[in-house]
């Protein structure tokens, strides 16, 4: 009986200390992704932008927000300011709960809006 007793103590404090014991596990967010694509479509209300890139075969639906920046000879310009079949150089990560996000969206100097 008294040795049932010592082996419930033990697991019991083997229990409490491996839970208190520090863990190093940490979320790591996804890394950026660098590509060049085609503009398809740019919708502004829905904040969303459709590219083809060079070897996918299906277009893909981005996502931007607040945050995302669109880029043009290193200058900050309006999401207008992106065409439709444009070739643009973004920086997205894959989230897992949606669409990719856009973080840098860059518009080459010939496709600059008049």
């Known amino acids: 009986m008294k040795t049932h007793s010592i082996s419930k103590l033990a ?3 083997l229990l409490a200390t491996s839970c208190l014991a520090p863990t190093d596990a940490w979320a790591r967010l996804p890394k950026p ?4 694509a085609v503009v398809l479509a740019v919708d502004v ?4 932008l459709v590219v083809k890139f060079a070897k996918a075969e299906k277009p893909v639906l981005l996502d931007w927000d ?5 880029l043009q000879d290193a200058q900050q310009v309006s999401v207008n300011g992106l065409k439709v079949g444009a ?6 990560k894959n989230v897992s709960f949606r669409n990719p ?5 860059s518009i080459p100097e010939h496709a600059k809006s008049t």
């Open 11 to 13: 697991s019991l404090i």
């Open 33 to 36: 992704i660098q590509a060049t």
């Open 45 to 48: 209300d829905s904040r969303t």
């Open 66 to 70: 607040a945050e995302t920046e669109f």
């Open 87 to 92: 070739t643009v150089t973004l920086i997205y």
């Open 101 to 105: 996000l856009l973080k840098r969206v």
